[in-house]
């Protein structure tokens, strides 16, 4: 099974500046399979990358996926007020299907 | 635009049968991609429990395998999810989801309904 470490747990950042997540895997992920989440308190998980780079539908530029292999990262751009929340990164294998998540990064205000 | 919704208790007893459902709308389960189930909890995170084809085929995360079964009614367009023999550490927010494949991450989720897990 990948296991997946996010790095830093906590990250302040002001509104306007650049957020830079790290998504390691323990193995290689495949196809870069690797996927990106945001989540704000009360809400589900919403998509953001997937294939470590693609933006899901409507979301905005200022998000950017890369990496491969086994480090990925996640960029947020001008950091908006909506932006601070916590982010996941997961990776979805598919022989067999698994799909396992990291433990996430908090986003939050200085 | 598809919209997934969780219905079930929100308190089973221990040792008992945790049983969820997630109607959807907007979208025909029968129409293909794989419908399933995400846990997070404080002690274990998201934790994927399995997936769905509309057919039946379902895949299980190995760790609760001997626990889950899930199942999908195409006449009520909605799927459901048992996780048998529950304590304490079951206790999480349960999200249904949506993804296009099994190589595919889940585009779509539920709001998430808590279930507690008490004696």
């Known amino acids: 099974e990948i296991v997946l470490t996010q790095s830093p747990g906590t990250l302040s950042l002001s509104p306007g500046e650049t957020a830079t997540l790290s998504c390691r895997a323990s193995?290689?992920?495949?196809?870069?399979?690797l996927a990106w989440y945001q989540q704000k308190p009360g809400q589900a998980p919403r998509l953001l990358i997937s294939g470590a780079s693609s933006r899901a539908t409507g979301i905005p530029d200022r998000f950017s996926g890369s990496g491969s292999g086994t480090d990925f990262t996640l960029t947020i751009s001008r950091m908006e007020p909506e932006d601070f929340a916590v982010y996941y990164c997961q990776q979805y294998g598919s022989s067999p299907p698994l799909f396992t998540f990291g433990p996430g990064t908090k986003v939050d205000i200085k | 635009q598809v919209q997934l919704q969780e219905s079930g208790p929100g308190l089973v007893k221990t040792s008992e049968t945790l049983s969820l459902t997630c109607a959807v709308s907007?979208?025909?389960?029968?129409?293909?991609?794989?419908w399933g189930w995400t846990r997070q909890s404080p002690w274990k995170g998201l934790e994927w429990i399995g997936s769905?084809?509309?057919?039946?085929?379902?895949y299980y995360n190995p760790s609760l395998k001997s626990r889950v079964t899930m199942s999908a009614d195409t006449s009520k367009n909605q799927f459901s999810l048992k996780l048998t023999s529950v304590t304490a550490a079951d206790t999480a927010v349960f999200y249904c989801v949506r993804s296009a494949g099994s190589g595919s991450p889940f585009d779509s989720w539920g709001q998430g309904t808590l279930v507690t897990v008490s004696s």
């Open positions: 907007g979208f025909s389960i029968s129409s293909g991609y794989y």
């Open positions: 769905i084809y509309h057919s039946g085929g379902a």
């Open positions: 193995q290689r992920v495949s196809s870069s399979y």
